[in-house]
């Protein structure tokens, strides 16, 4: 079946810095691919997503891409804030298949 | 639209106990599904449906059972609660199954099982 994996964290990072959190998958056919965050104490929440290879999603400043060839859709920021932190899922359609989340921590 | 919403928020059972948890959305989505989110393990599908009266089995079905008998509701029941079903619930849905469409998520319910 399909499956996703993403990098283990935790993740600290300081305020402006840039971030990276790899996501690769396994699929068959042309999955569509997403990335969730989710808040302290809340549900997940769409960040962005793309349909077909070499698309790019953006919101907020993330950005990932579809690359079939790498089996990849690597989430980037280029400078992450405070507000940022909370753990973030790679995820594969459909039905959804999640990655294990990262938690990524933010200090001021 | 109040989206997908969750009751109870919180619960607490003892082992052997049965209760069902509620899911409804009001946005006419086909796609409904549960999931539950455990440390280290991300999320796993309990069960999914793809429109009314239709329901199939994800990566964990054991222990949980499901109906779709309209297309707002979709209650999860646990019929004999185990402790290693404490775990947090979320209910999501999709405007269809189609690989394109996002799911919307509830604000889930954490249950215990002591």
């Known amino acids: 079946g399909d499956s996703v994996t993403q990098m283990e964290g935790p993740v600290t990072l300081s305020e402006e810095a840039f971030l990276t959190i790899n996501c690769t998958y396994t699929?068959?056919?042309?999955?569509?691919l997403f990335w969730y965050v989710q808040y302290p104490g809340e549900g997940l929440q769409l960040l962005l997503k793309?349909?077909?290879?070499?698309d790019k999603g953006s919101n907020k400043g993330f950005e990932a891409t579809y690359r079939k060839e790498t089996t990849s859709f690597h989430l980037e920021k280029g400078s992450v804030q405070v507000s940022d932190s909370a753990v973030y899922f790679c995820?594969?359609?459909?039905?959804?298949?999640f990655g294990k989340g990262t938690r990524l921590s933010v200090i001021a | 639209n109040a989206g997908v919403t969750q009751t109870p928020k919180f619960q607490v059972l003892k082992t052997g106990q049965s209760m069902t948890l509620q899911c409804a959305q009001d946005?006419?989505?086909?796609?409904m599904s549960w999931y539950r989110q455990d440390p280290g393990m991300g999320l796993r599908l309990i069960h999914y449906?793809?429109?009314?009266?239709?329901?199939d089995q994800g990566e964990v079905p054991n222990g949980y059972n499901v109906s779709r008998s309209t297309t707002e509701d979709f209650p999860l029941r646990l019929l004999s609660a185990a402790p290693s079903q404490t775990s947090v619930y979320f209910c999501?849905?999709?405007?269809?199954?189609?690989?394109?469409?996002?799911?919307?998520f509830g604000p889930g319910t954490r249950l215990t099982v002591t």
């Open positions: 699929a068959t056919g042309y999955p569509s």
């Open positions: 999501a849905s999709s405007y269809s199954s189609d690989r394109m469409y996002e799911q919307y």
């Open positions: 995820a594969c359609s459909a039905p959804l298949v």
């Open positions: 946005m006419n989505h086909e796609y």
């Open positions: 793309a349909t077909k290879a070499d």
């Open positions: 449906s793809v429109g009314a009266g239709i329901t």
